[in-house]
């Protein structure tokens, strides 16, 4: 079985500075997605990023980008230039190929944007 | 586009009644959706997948005859907690993939049900 673990229940920062959010998983596989998705106060889930496991390139989606560390199974968000509605929960998840798109999340990080 | 709604948003109910969730694609088909039960400040947990026309798969732990999942047409699913206790109050996700688009990958989430049992 996979696990996505969360080592930060909570982070802040300051608006417009940058912060990295780590999660790290635990799997057999070797191919597999990653995402990062957002839960705002609203809780309506919103995917922020994907990576696919076989691609060496780092995603990235404007402000939002990963360190992807396949041999260190570790799955780094970084935000840059941090803005108030970034405050949400922040979720980790794994997906593995032809698993029926099946996903595992990690706990969780609350970022908090402070102004 | 891609949009999928959950009614109600809100139910309150009083324990030993029965409670119905529905999950719908708004502009696409979804031959599959999935349930997820989320605790205060907690992480989303699977609870079964649904695929049109078949039975659901439930995740070890979950009581499917207590979580009853119908997936009757590619744009319904719908979740029954039968004989709701206070301990099944929660928030309820339902995601589901959309079928013309081949992205195994990608999963668009409903906007949850709160679920309170007195």
């Known amino acids: 079985a996979q696990t996505v673990t969360q080592s930060q229940p909570e982070m802040s920062v300051q608006e417009a500075e940058t912060v990295t959010l780590s999660c790290t998983y635990d799997t057999s596989e070797n191919n597999y997605y990653l995402f990062w998705y957002k839960q705002p106060p609203s809780r309506q889930m919103i995917l922020v990023i994907r990576q696919e496991a076989y691609k060496q390139q780092n995603a990235t989606e404007n402000r939002f980008s990963v360190n992807f560390q396949k041999a260190a199974k570790s799955f780094s968000l970084k935000i840059s230039d941090s803005q108030l509605g970034d405050t949400a929960m922040y979720f980790c998840?794994?997906?593995?190929?032809?698993?029926?798109?099946?996903?595992?999340f990690g706990e969780g990080t609350q970022l908090t944007v402070n102004p | 586009g891609a949009v999928v709604s959950q009614h109600p948003s809100r139910v309150i109910c009083k324990s030993g009644t029965s409670v119905k969730i529905e999950c719908r694609s708004l502009?696409?088909?979804?031959?599959?959706m999935f349930w997820y039960r989320q605790f205060p400040k907690k992480s989303l947990m699977l609870m079964a997948t649904s695929n049109e026309g078949s039975k659901a798969t439930y995740e070890q732990g979950v009581e499917k005859d207590k979580f009853l999942i119908n997936h009757a047409s590619l744009t319904l699913s719908t979740l029954t907690v039968t004989s709701a206790h206070p301990e099944d109050s929660s928030f309820y996700i339902c995601?589901?993939?959309?079928?013309?688009?081949?992205?195994?990958?990608?999963?668009?989430f409903g906007p949850g049900t709160r679920l309170t049992v007195l």
């Open positions: 502009d696409f088909q979804a031959t599959t």
């Open positions: 995601s589901a993939r959309d079928r013309a688009s081949g992205r195994v990958d990608t999963q668009y």
């Open positions: 998840a794994f997906m593995k190929r032809g698993s029926g798109s099946r996903l595992t």
